[in-house]
């Protein structure tokens, strides 16, 4: 799937629309230092053209991605049936003074409006700088056990040369 068609499902599909209003974290999956793969969840946005969320800059994520810029990340609900999102994608760095406004708005989702002034605040008066990381997706795939499955066994196979 190209780019742009990307782009246009994650903007129109309503299940990738209910988990990016959802308060539910990336479950970011990154290559560390060591060559041994990380997994953790960090609070992000959709700005439209990519995956958003910010960080310390001298938080070991940002040492790590900016080795090996190939990221995956889950999007899932936890309830029966779930919706999932799984994407694959490659990751930039920008590091910018302050608190950076994809980082208020990508925690307001987990953070809740009746905490966000204070969360803010705090968060301001602690925060010289922080690493705003942004995936450009290169692979989604939508799975809502409905009308959508995970792929089946033999599709991930071909995909990696077997079968």
């Known amino acids: 799937m190209d780019y742009l068609k990307i782009v246009h499902l994650v903007n129109t599909d309503p299940v990738i629309q209910t988990l990016l209003a959802a308060p539910i974290p990336m479950r970011l999956g990154y290559v560390g230092l060591d060559g041994h793969p990380r997994t953790l969840p960090v609070s992000y ?3 439209g053209k990519a995956f958003v969320f910010a960080t310390p800059p001298t938080a070991y994520k940002v040492k790590a991605i900016a080795a090996h810029p190939e990221v995956s990340f889950t999007v899932d609900t936890t309830d029966f049936t779930p919706l999932i ?3 694959r994608g ?4 920008e590091v910018k003074p302050g608190v950076p406004e ?3 708005e990508a925690s307001r989702r987990m953070v809740g409006e009746e905490k966000m002034a204070e969360w803010e605040r705090v968060k301001r008066e602690s925060t010289d700088e922080m690493a705003v990381i942004s ?5 989604v795939t939508v799975c809502d056990f409905d009308t959508r499955f995970p792929p089946p066994v033999s599709v991930n196979a071909r995909a990696h040369g077997a079968g």
């Not at 490659?90 to 760095?93: F, M, N």
């Not at 995936?135 to 692979?139: C, F, M, R, S, V």
């Open 45 to 47: 946005l959709w700005n």
């Open 85 to 87: 999102m799984m994407v």
């Open 90 to 93: 490659k990751a930039s760095i």
């Open 102 to 104: 994809e980082h208020i």
């Open 135 to 139: 995936i450009i997706p290169t692979h």
